[in-house]
């Protein structure tokens, strides 16, 4: 399978944990976003980076969270002391440049904070 | 910020009648793009229109872009039960690729 994968699809944890996931874009894609999708919402922009570069993050994204991308392939986003209103379902996308190019989404990470 | 707004919020028809969904942004666009995610899915990418006025189609579906560049609608002619789920549309960043995504429209068909 040559689409984006996520890692893991579903996630429980309680309060006040720490969670990691990850995100394995398409092997040639250099742009890589993270968002968020709360139910009947649509996806809402977290943060985007152009091979390792991280270049742009949301004002809505608290300290708390921290997204990687060491080396320009897949991406690791971190939430810390994670709380209640962090349940949602958390969206990969990658895409070829320019920026004008279609995304290409993965099926997400579900997270269910307790 | 950037907002986009879609209506309606659900649609409900039966197959064989056509749908519409209309998205307006706060701002001019570079791009819009449009984007169908089915019941438990992910977003899977439609279309892009870039310039003004633009009208593409695919197949029973018509996109169009305004010419002001600050709205867009989708047309479905004769819906079927597969056209079912949620067409979102995007404001795009043509810099950074950024979307910025409307609430979307959940289409439910009654066969």
């Known amino acids: 399978d040559t689409g984006v994968s996520q890692n893991p699809r579903h996630k429980i944890t309680k309060r006040g944990q720490n969670v990691t996931f990850r995100c394995d874009p398409i092997s040639e894609h250099n742009r890589l976003y993270w968002y968020r999708q709360t139910l009947g919402q649509g996806p809402e922009f977290l943060t985007y980076?152009?091979?390792?570069?991280?270049?742009?993050k949301s004002r809505l994204l608290s300290d708390r969270f921290s997204a990687e991308r060491p080396k320009g392939s897949f991406s690791t986003l971190e939430i810390q002391r994670t709380e209640q209103g962090d349940s949602a379902m958390y969206l990969c996308a990658s895409s070829l440049d320019p920026g004008l190019a279609e995304k290409f989404f993965g099926p997400g990470t579900r997270l269910t904070v307790l | 910020g950037q907002q986009v707004m879609q209506i309606p919020q659900y649609q409900h028809v039966q197959e064989g009648e056509d749908f519409t969904t209309y998205c307006n942004s706060s701002t001019t666009l570079s791009n819009i793009q449009w984007y169908k995610q089915r019941p438990g899915g992910h977003p899977v990418f439609l279309i892009q229109l870039v310039k003004s006025g633009e009208v593409k189609k695919q197949k029973r579906l018509t996109f169009q872009f305004g010419e002001a560049k600050k709205n867009s609608s989708l047309h479905i002619t004769a819906t079927q039960t597969t056209d079912v789920g949620t067409y979102f549309c995007?404001?795009?960043?043509?810099?950074?690729?950024?979307?910025?995504f409307g609430q979307g429209t959940t289409l439910q068909v009654k066969p």
């Open positions: 980076f152009q091979n390792e570069a991280q270049l742009e």
């Open positions: 995007a404001g795009g960043s043509s810099n950074t690729g950024k979307l910025i």
